[in-house]
Structures are given as structure tokens and as C-alpha cells.
Nanobody
Framework: QVQLVESGGGLVQTGGSLRLSCAAS????????MGWFRQAPGKEREFVAT????????FYGDFVKGRFTISRDNAGNTVYLQMNSLKPEDTAVYYC????????????????????WGQGTQVTVSS
């Protein structure tokens, strides 16, 4: 059974940094997409970043503007999201997601095409 477990969320001040981690178990994702989405109260789930495979092409949401970096460990089953210059509008629950198949950037930016999800980790940025 595939499991994605996120960690690293918390409370940080404006301009601060956090590093989220997501460890996958149950199958190997080194050659498959893994990414991050977020959802704020009353809003739809929003694409943050994804990587097609370990060391492969990365995509970012338009709002990221160079502040976040997605990466994977050497084995490819852990994905990280380094978030810098955080703003209050970054406050949300951040979810890790993974797909069973590769896809184009268009598909990988859409949460409905992901097969596995973590439980989410809360990120709160205070002003």
C-alpha cells in the first residue's frame, strides 16, 4: 500500500523559511512525478511545484516566483519543498502528491491527475 507522509510544516514569520519533506513508501517513485499542492481555507487546491522524476524537469506555480525549490533525495522516494521569503498568503495546508505515470507539464499542474496523496501539513505565516 502506497503511503505519503509529510513533515516540516509549522508557524513562521513573514520572510522566514521552511522545508517540507514527503516520504513515500509502498512503491518506488524515482522515475515518476511527485509534487506539492496547497489549499487555504475556502479556496481550491492550488499547484505549487512538481518534478517529473528524480533529477528531472521541474514545474512551479506562477506565484512561486523563485521563492520555492523542489528537490528529491538520491533514491527518489522523498521529495522536499524548500520555501523561502514566505508571505502570509502562503498560509495553507500543503499536500504531497504522486502519480503512477509520467505526464506533461499541463497534466502535472492539475491535482486531479495525481493518484496518491499525503495527509497534509499546515504552514502558517504570520505578518
Amino acid at each position: 500500500q502506497v503511503q505519503l507522509v509529510e513533515s516540516g510544516g509549522g508557524l513562521v514569520q513573514t520572510g522566514g523559511s521552511l522545508r517540507l519533506s514527503c516520504a513515500a513508501s509502498g512503491r518506488t517513485f524515482s522515475s515518476l512525478p511527485m509534487g506539492w499542492f496547497r489549499q487555504a481555507p475556502g479556496k481550491e487546491r492550488e499547484f505549487v511545484a512538481t518534478t517529473r522524476w528524480s533529477g528531472g524537469t521541474t514545474f512551479y506555480g506562477d506565484f512561486v516566483k523563485g521563492r520555492f525549490t523542489i528537490s528529491r533525495d538520491n533514491a527518489g522516494n522523498t521529495v522536499y519543498l524548500q520555501m523561502n521569503s514566505l508571505k502570509p498568503e502562503d498560509t495553507a495546508v500543503y499536500y504531497c502528491a504522486a502519480r503512477q505515470y509520467d505526464g506533461t507539464g499541463y497534466i502535472l499542474r492539475d491535482h486531479q491527475w495525481y493518484d496518491y496523496w499525503g495527509q497534509g501539513t499546515q504552514v502558517t505565516v504570520s505578518s
